[in-house]
């Protein structure tokens, strides 16, 4: 037995002691977990009675009085004490344990989960975020968790708008926000096995209680998230299998899902399409990353890069980083259209390197199809005019511009297809070096010789 507290079973408060009374009670876990549950009871208040008032979940509330969450954030901290009604003292009382256990947690061992660092100088999205907060702010009243779906090319700042709109839903997600990188454009995306203990990690589930097999691992990581109001951000999902298995049906939590692919397999979800900026927002992009007024040839540069975000930051960096040069330079430089890719490239960002994984994720015949479609005459074009020009059957066409589609490649409008710009030199670029090591190779080992758009 220890002192300040109350037995409980299943996680329910006893009152069934000698003579009726309440028992005293074995309270696992912290410091602060007692005197949690101190406080509540002195309120007369249950822990379904602490959920309502507060908006923190019943789970969590349970899990922080036995010690299963033990460093909870500020913001739900201060919604418990306000529903807790309690004085400045009581306050100080409620949070000294926990900030006494911070900075043995943190040192060494940064929170797994954690929001990657948002974008200081973030523009435009009004509308996308702005839909994506409707309905996330919904979905409570409604009992199901909300699946969002953030999609489209690469380069458009998928990432960053799910972490901007994380940062505007803080305050309507007290029992936390958690992100996970699914890494679905590397060679070997993250095994959804892993995906699943991580995330249980995240959600602070003891490693012991943590299931050996996948499925059951699964189930858990839908069961906490059933009971608790949060929003998880799961970032670069390769397909549905990844993800499918970890999303909970009821709940009051939100889930954003980011992809290169449309993952139209995911039922009930809504979907948020990325496209480039408009004019104004490149060029008050621009002008943010710059540090001064843009002027008129940021409209120029802004056209340069399609008007592609990471082109355009790329491009504002690499400015602001050379102070003899002008906008008008940057502008000229760009227009070399065989060199652009090369000079929208700085540090570790590079627009080809953000197009090159999707490219290798293609089949033979897919890649082939990409390489081809560098030389279509005009903004865009419809199926049968890729199959005239790649010199293969409509089907078959059909069938791999869908598989471009479907990788972030190309862009469907209607009946026709549109490749952003710099895709189109992209692929471009792929025909100049791959084409004519295939067609030597063909030469080499006497094959027929058929068109080099077919390489």
Sequence with gaps: MLEGGEATVGGRERT?????????????????GRRLREFRQSAGMTIEGLCRASGVSARAISDMERGHSRVPQGRTL???????????GDRARLVEPVRAQRPNSRVGRPRVGELPRGIGDFVGRVPELALLRRHALAAPDRGWTLLAVVHGQPGLGKTAFAVRAAEQLREAFPDGQLYLDLRGTDPVPMPAGEVSTRLLRALEVSPRSIADDEQERAGQVRAVLRERRCLLVLDDAADEAQVRALLPGVGTGTVVVTSRRLLGGLEGALRIGLAPLTPRESAALLQAIVGQAAGPEAGAVARLCGHLPLALRIAGARLASRPGWTMGRLARLLSDEDRRLANLSTGDLGVAAAFAPSYAQLSAPAKAMFRGLAHVPG???TAPDAAALTQRDLLDAEDLLEELVDVGLLQPEGDRYRMHDLIRIFAADRLRGEAP???WAERFAGGIRTPLLLR
């Design 78 to 88: 201060a919604l418990l004490a306000d529903a807790l009604k309690l004085d400045d």
């Design 379 to 381: 903004p865009d074009f």
């Design 16 to 32: 069934d002691g000698p003579g009726g009374g309440p028992v005293p009670a074995v309270v696992p876990g912290s410091t602060f």
């Design 437 to 439: 090591v295939a067609r």
